[in-house]
């Protein structure tokens, strides 16, 4: 039972000591989080793998292709583990390398060779992945001059990559893709997206020599949930609620919101507030729910009434985190993560690029 595994990852620990860093990301249910050492958001815990060298192994209490990450950003000596390797991400999972290159071959047929700069030394486009993606794109973007990004830190990556090319190729979130470029000033019409089923993704050639953001057609399966109906619902019943949903978010629920930001900016946001206020919040119900406890003098509620929780997220049951500790102890290394060293290098030269980015 509950208890009963309590006690056996207490314990777990106790004997592992300093050997492992357990990481949880904020999506993570309380039986799981109560046990990390660093929670945060995916920027965050992607910065907190490579603050340990001295720990043998890394538990990763979020979803895979964050795990990679960590393996790609950690000490080659050091294992990462995942506690349930079903624990996956619909929306890293919808771009695929094999679409994504025969995109880029396109794109160049339209635009001429992609590695050569025009007079202003610019690049046609630069490709841009959100972390929710796999290490093998994360590689690919890494080889073709490009960058990660996070939900905190899009819109900086976005500057960084319009300092270096006419385009972006942005994967595999539309809406994060959308938010940001909007907010930045890109027309609508210049970001047009990419369906990898349709020549030229869909679009004419004079459309993707005009586009500034070439969007993919991903999506949160978590996030598209929400709605302005739910919006305006909270500002019916809460006069004064102030509403913030994630980046992920359909356009029109982003617009309709007070603010957006990543699942970091959600909970600063709320231990900045002084006074008691009413928030609607756009995203997971475990995030939710532990900052309205959190914050008892605020009244916190998510705008999506039927529970709303990432399904992968949830596949780490406190009972995966048990066994793979206690594998530890016993001397075996269980659901390790490693990205093979020909993604690894240019994966990493990818997430180099976003850290060093950051302002
Ligand atoms: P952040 O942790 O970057 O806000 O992203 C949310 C998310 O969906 C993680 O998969
Ligand atoms: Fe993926 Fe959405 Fe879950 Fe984040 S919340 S891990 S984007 S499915």
């Not at 920027?43 to 192994?57: D, N």
Request: net charge negative; proline share 6%.
């Amino acid at each position: 039972d509950e208890a009963d595994l309590e006690a056996r990852i207490v314990a777990a620990r106790e004997t592992l000591g300093d050997r492992v860093v357990v990481l949880g990301h904020f999506y993570q249910r309380e039986e799981v989080v109560r046990h990390a050492d660093y929670v945060g958001d995916s920027y965050q815990l992607a910065v907190a793998a490579k603050r340990h060298p001295e720990a043998e192994a890394i538990v990763f209490c979020g979803v895979h292709f964050m795990a990679e990450t960590a393996d790609l950003l950690s000490g080659p000596e050091q294992a990462v583990i995942l506690p349930n390797l079903a624990a996956g991400c619909s929306m890293a999972d919808m771009a695929d390398i094999d679409q994504v290159e025969e995109c880029w071959e396109q794109l160049a047929e339209v635009l001429g060779p992609l590695d050569v700069p025009d007079a202003d030394g610019l690049l046609p486009v630069i490709p841009v992945t959100y972390m929710n993606s796999s290490a093998a794109i994360k590689g690919f973007v890494g080889r073709n001059g490009g960058i990660v990004c996070t939900s905190s830190n899009a819109r900086t990556v976005l500057e960084w990559a319009f300092a270096r090319g006419r385009r972006v190729l942005f994967f595999p979130d539309q809406h994060l893709g959308r938010n940001t470029a909007k907010e930045m000033g890109v027309a609508l019409d210049r970001m047009p997206m990419w369906n990898p089923h349709r020549p030229l993704g869909g679009s004419s050639a004079e459309t993707l020599v005009d586009s500034r953001v070439i969007l993919w057609h991903g999506f949160c399966s978590v996030h598209r949930r929400f709605t302005t109906a739910q919006i305006d619902r909270a500002r019916a019943e809460h006069p004064g609620v102030r509403v913030i949903v994630h980046p992920e978010c359909p356009m029109e629920v982003v617009d309709a919101a007070d603010e957006a930001g990543s699942t970091a900016y959600i909970r600063e946001a709320i231990e900045a507030a002084t006074e008691p206020t009413v928030f609607a919040i756009g995203t997971e119900i475990n995030l939710v729910r532990r900052l309205a406890a959190q914050h008892p003098q605020h009244e916190i509620f998510c705008l999506d009434p039927v529970v709303c929780p990432c399904s992968t997220m949830y596949r780490i049951h406190p009972g995966y985190l048990a066994w793979v500790l206690e594998e530890l102890v016993a001397g075996r290394t269980v659901n390790r993560i490693e990205v093979p060293s020909a993604v690894a290098d240019p994966a990493r030269v990818a997430l180099e690029r976003m850290l060093a980015a950051r302002p």
